[in-house]
C-alpha cells in the first residue's frame, strides 16, 4: 500500500453496451510511484488509464486524483498528463514548438514560456536540439519529445499508453532504462500501461496484472513474479512448470500437498486461498530446476531425459521428460557447462528446492476472460 494516494480508483465499472471492459477495479497508486497497468489485449488495461485521464467516463465508481474526485472532470483540468503509443507529435514543428504547443493556454510570459521548454527538453536528454524539425528526428528522439511535451505541463501523473512499443527491441531496452531514471529523477507518479512483462517488471514499483477488466494481483515485481496468486497470472509472467497436487494438511498459514513425482511439499498459504476437492495446482518457475552434472548431489533430486533443446545463446531452454508426471518439465540452464550440447534423448539428473514452489488458485474473481 503506498504511504500517500496519489490516485485512488474505487469500485469503477466500464461497460460498452452489455460489455463489462473494466468490472469493479479498485486500486490506489502512491505518489511518485512507477506503476504499471499490465494485461493481454482486451484486458482493459488502456481503459482504465483513458479513465484516469479523463478521455474516458466510467459507468461507474470513482477516481480521485490527489484527494480531489474527478470522475467526471475533463482530461484538460485534472493533474494529469498523457504520452501516446504513437507519439502524436507534430511533424512540421520544430522540436521547441511541439513541446511549448501545450503552456500556449496557460499564456505564460515568454522567457518563463523559454525556461520551461528548456527544462522539459534537459529532462529528456535533449538539450539544444529545439530547432530541429520533429519530421527529422529518429525513433527514440521523437520518444522524447512526446515525454518532454507531457513534462513541461508539471503534471502530478504522466500517463504512458505502451510509450515503447513502436521501438525496436534494443531501443526500447535502453529507453526503458532512461524512462525509469527520469521518473525517480523527476518524482511524479508514473503510470504506464503494457503488455510487456518484462517491461513492467524492469520499470515498475509495482504492477497489477489486469484480465477480463478485473485486477487479479498488484505487487512489487518481484513478488509477483515469484509469488504469483493464481495461475494466470503466473503463466502471464513468464514461464512455469504447473503440478497438479493434493491437499495433504491444512494450518493457517501453511498447508502440505503430495505430488507425483516432487513428494511432499510444505507451502506458504496464500490469503484467501480455498482449494477445490483437495485438489491444488503448485508451479515451480523453469530456471528454479537446475542440471546436476557428473557425480554432483542434492537433497531434492528427479530422474528425466531430454525431450527438446533450444538454444538462446547465453542460456538454453530445455523440456525434460520424467516418469509419472503428465507434462514434460520446462527448464533454463546457462550454457557454461553444456546444456547446449546435451543430445535429445540424454538421460539427466534434475536438483529442485522445494521452496520454490508456489501455490496457485485455479481461478478467482479476476479470471474471466
Ligand atoms: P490493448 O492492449 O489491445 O489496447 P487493452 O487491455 O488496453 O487492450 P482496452 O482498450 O481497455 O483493452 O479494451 C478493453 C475491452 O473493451 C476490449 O474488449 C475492447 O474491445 C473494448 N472496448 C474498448 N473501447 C471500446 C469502445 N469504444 N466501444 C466498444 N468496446 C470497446
Keep these: 500500500m503506498p504511504d500517500r494516494p496519489m490516485i485512488s480508483i474505487e469500485n469503477v465499472s466500464r461497460y460498452y453496451g452489455t460489455y ?14 512507477f506503476f504499471s ?8 488495461k488502456t481503459t482504465l488509464l483513458r479513465s484516469i485521464a479523463g478521455f474516458d467516463v466510467p459507468t461507474a465508481g470513482e477516481i480521485r486524483i490527489d484527494g480531489t474526485p474527478c470522475t467526471l ?23 521547441g514548438e511541439n513541446v511549448a504547443y501545450g503552456l500556449k493556454r496557460l499564456k505564460l510570459d515568454a522567457a518563463e514560456e523559454r525556461r520551461r521548454v528548456s527544462d522539459a527538453l534537459d529532462q529528456v536528454r535533449l538539450t539544444g536540439l529545439d530547432k530541429r524539425k520533429a ?23 504522466l500517463l504512458l499508453d505502451e510509450p515503447l512499443s513502436a521501438l525496436d527491441k534494443k531501443l526500447r531496452e535502453q529507453m526503458q532504462v ?11 507518479t508514473f503510470i504506464l500501461v503494457t503488455h510487456d512483462q518484462y517491461e513492467a ?6 504492477i497489477a496484472v489486469m484480465f ?35 491437499l495433504t494438511s491444512e494450518r493457517s498459514g501453511s498447508v502440505s500437498v503430495e505430488t507425483a513425482r516432487f513428494g511432499t511439499i510444505n507451502l506458504e498459504r496464500p490469503k484467501g486461498f480455498a482449494p477445490t476437492n483437495g485438489h491444488v495446482t503448485v508451479g515451480i ?13 542434492a537433497p531434492h533430486e528427479l530422474v528425466g531425459r531430454v525431450e527438446n533443446r533450444a538454444y538462446f545463446g547465453e542460456v538454453t531452454h530445455l523440456t525434460i521428460g520424467v516418469d509419472g508426471l503428465e507434462q514434460p518439465l520446462s527448464m533454463v540452464e546457462t550454457n557454461d557447462y553444456g546444456a547446449d550440447d546435451l543430445p535429445l534423448g540424454a538421460e539427466i539428473r534434475l536438483a529442485y528446492d522445494p521452496d520454490a514452489f508456489v501455490l496457485l488458485s485455479e481461478d478467482e474473481r479476476g479470471a474471466r476472460m
Design 20 to 33: 463489462r471492459a473494466l468490472d469493479d477495479v479498485s486500486l490506489e497508486i502512491g505518489a511518485g510511484e
Design 37 to 44: 497497468l499490465l494485461g493481454p489485449s482486451g484486458c482493459g
Design 73 to 95: 472532470l475533463p482530461a484538460n483540468r485534472r493533474p494529469t498528463n498523457m504520452v501516446f503509443q504513437n507519439y502524436a507529435i507534430f511533424p512540421h514543428l520544430d522540436v
Design 135 to 157: 519530421n527529422e528526428l529518429s525513433g527514440g528522439q521523437r520518444q522524447r519529445v512526446a515525454l518532454a511535451r507531457a513534462l513541461v505541463m508539471r503534471p502530478k501523473v
Design 178 to 188: 532512461e524512462l525509469r531514471s527520469l521518473q525517480k529523477a523527476v518524482g511524479i
Design 201 to 206: 517488471l524492469a520499470l515498475s514499483d509495482r
Design 212 to 246: 477480463g477488466g478485473r485486477i487479479a494481483q498488484v505487487a512489487t515485481p518481484k513478488e509477483i513474479y515469484q509469488r504469483p496468486r493464481t495461475r494466470m497470472v503466473a503463466d502471464f509472467l513468464g514461464g512455469m512448470n504447473f503440478l497438479q497436487a493434493r
Design 285 to 297: 518457475r523453469p530456471e528454479r530446476l537446475r542440471l546436476l552434472w557428473d557425480d554432483e548431489r
